[in-house]
């Protein structure tokens, strides 16, 4: 595969780009594989993305985006040059090069659930052909790539690995809504079952990134994945804990971190918030734990503290809001409570596993009329009973008995949240004033 010149990644081929002939294959169109499809068809690769969700396919037929790191007119640019396609059918992957996995990994009763990778892999094993490379994208649990992903494609092709095909893992690292650091500028881990799959998998990815970083099994980048995540949820339990007690201690938790945060060496700030959310945290360690604790027989406690402190996070901003309302006279129940924020995290749209909803659901359970501000909301996501969707506005925020600042979107004027509301309890630490009291 020759070096390209890419130039933008907004627009769908910029003229330098050379045209490949080399079908590449995602399978999974969601926040991993679709902004991964749109790269690979914008260096110059002809990209087919399957999924097995008709809506998502009939959308992306039809231009239209859900990934908010894709915005619909780069998808349409590639429609447009017909560099990519999606489908339903695996039929259209036949004869594939490469065949990239992004599909969910969900728990089922605090297990690993592969079923998705499973489906994927017998689909895929059928269209597997002599000399195409597939690879796992998926976060899942070192052993995954050789013991489950392996045998179901070598069964249902008839083919062998590494003698007919190469077979390899690289994690992803795609930060939903980070501008600074997205899937071209992010160096990519990547390995393969034996040195020519990872030969196949690197110079693949050197294509679509500025650095590859090899490892020397696909279980060392299985458990590179699972590393970076379980670091983050580490160090943010670590901090939440430290939260509850500073204000017990007189102490203000955010000026120590951002003053621990000026030591040059040994020390990397992480901030608390109402828990934590999205995939990458309260699931993924899981793998890690599940495959630890089966494999070895031992319990991995950092992970299971971590997870312990993050969980309790939404019950611990609950009770500060009724302690606050309680000081100012009124009872959680039959009070108007104005949630800001209800995603995972600052400017995204993505509610899975947000802390904020088990926040909006307590709330409501004990009585509170709760109101809630997400500009990024759509449509197809469904609220927790008893929650409605209000504009941002200063009638909003002063008719609340209390506003609970949840996620930190930038759309938001925090001066303005500081100034109209009687209370604040702000878990992001972004208002101040006399009203705002903060984790
Ligand atoms: N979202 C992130 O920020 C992020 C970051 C790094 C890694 N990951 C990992 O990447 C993987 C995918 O995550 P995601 O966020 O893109 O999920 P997602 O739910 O956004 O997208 C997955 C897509 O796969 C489709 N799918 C399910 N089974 C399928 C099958 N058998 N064949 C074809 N399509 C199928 C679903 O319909 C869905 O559209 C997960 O393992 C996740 O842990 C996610």
């Known amino acids: 595969m020759g070096a390209v010149t890419v130039n933008s990644v907004h627009t769908a081929q910029p003229s330098s780009v050379v045209q490949r002939t080399e079908m590449i294959a995602v399978v999974g169109q969601g926040y991993v594989g679709l902004p991964l499809a749109m790269r690979a068809a914008e260096v110059g690769y002809r990209v087919v993305g ?42 259209d992957i036949a004869g ?29 094993a059928t269209h597997l052909r002599p000399g195409a490379t597939v690879i796992l ?35 992803e690292r795609i930060d939903p809504g980070n501008a600074d650091w997205r899937l071209e500028n992010t160096p990519k881990v990547v390995s393969g079952i034996d040195p020519t799959s990872l030969e196949a998998v690197r110079s693949f990815y050197d294509q679509l990134v ?78 890690l734990s599940w495959q630890v604790k089966r494999k070895i027989g031992i319990q991995s406690r950092f992970i299971d503290l971590a997870d312990e402190v993050n969980h309790s996070m939404p019950r611990y901003v609950v009770q500060r809001v009724m302690r606050g309302l309680n000081e100012r006279r009124t009872s959680v129940n039959g009070s108007r409570v ?3 924020g209800l995603a995972y995290k600052r400017n995204v749209g993505d509610f899975r596993e947000s802390p ?39 009638r909003e925020l002063a008719a609340a008995d209390a506003v609970v600042v949840l996620s930190d979107h930038d759309v938001f004027d925090y001066g303005i949240v500081a100034a109209e509301s009687r209370y604040v309890f702000d878990t992001r630490h972004r208002c101040s004033g006399p009203s705002v009291e903060t984790l």
């Open 137 to 171: 994208e998926s976060t899942t649990y070192p052993g995954t790539t050789e013991e489950v992903l392996r045998p179901l494609l070598e069964d249902g092709s008839g083919l062998r690995t590494p003698e007919d095909f190469w077979l390899g893992y690289s994690p």
């Open 356 to 394: 904020a909803l088990e926040v909006a659901r307590m709330l409501s359970a004990l009585g509170a009329e709760v109101r809630a501000v997400e500009p990024y909301a759509q449509a197809t996501q469904p609220l927790p009973d008893g929650v409605s969707l209000v504009g941002f506005s200063r």
């Open 50 to 91: 399957i999924d097995v969700d008709a809506q998502r396919v009939k959308k992306l037929e039809a231009g239209q985006s859900y990934v908010a790191d894709v915005p619909s007119e780069r998808l349409q640019a590639a429609l447009d040059l017909g560099a990519y396609s999606a489908s339903t059918d695996y039929g």
């Open 210 to 287: 500025s650095h590859t970083v090899a490892v020397g099994s696909t279980r060392t980048a299985e458990l590179t994945k699972l590393l970076e995540n379980t670091f983050r949820h580490v160090n943010i339990a670590m901090v939440n804990e430290l939260a509850i007690f500073a204000g017990e201690l007189g102490a203000d938790v955010w000026e120590a971190i951002a003053a621990a945060g000026t030591k040059p060496f040994g020390f990397m700030p992480f901030t608390p918030g109402p828990g934590v959310g999205g995939h990458c945290l309260p699931i993924d360690p899981a793998y």
């Open 96 to 124: 594939f090069d490469v065949c990239l996995i992004t599909v969910p990994t969900p728990l089922r009763d605090g297990a690993p659930d592969l079923s998705c990778i499973e489906d994927a892999a017998r689909a895929i």
């Open 338 to 340: 104005l949630l800001l």
